[in-house]
């Protein structure tokens, strides 16, 4: 197994076609698996699979994306895991709520694959 394929992402995404799509464009990557909201992400990382990095949404059922980002950030065994915010939220105040809850990237839908990607590989050390 190369590098590449060593990497589990877990992706937090209310929107199922986003989601197929998400996993499909990182499947080279590693391990992918989806969520359907934050707690449903919560509950997949707290029961055992432990990702090198999680893109989520921010506005979903249950639990959103920043509220998923700040439990995370409390929680000793999920606090190092790496965070991508990929939401329509753009606004200035909504970039400074995620950063501020723990995200390490932010990211604004629609987005461009390649810049997906490469927010993807540097959160990952693939650079």
Known sequence: MTESHTHRILIAEDDADLAR???MLLKSMGDVRT?????????QMRGGFLPDLLITDVMMPRMDGISL?????Q???LARIPVLILTAKHQPR???AGINAGAKHYLTKPFKQHELLEKVRHALGIC
Do not use: C, H, S, T
């Open 69 to 73: 980002v700040r439990r995370m950030k």
């Open 75 to 77: 929680d000793k065994d």
């Open 21 to 23: 799509m998400l996993k």
């Open 35 to 43: 969520a359907e909201d934050g707690m449903d992400a919560y509950g």
């Open 94 to 96: 909504d970039v400074i």
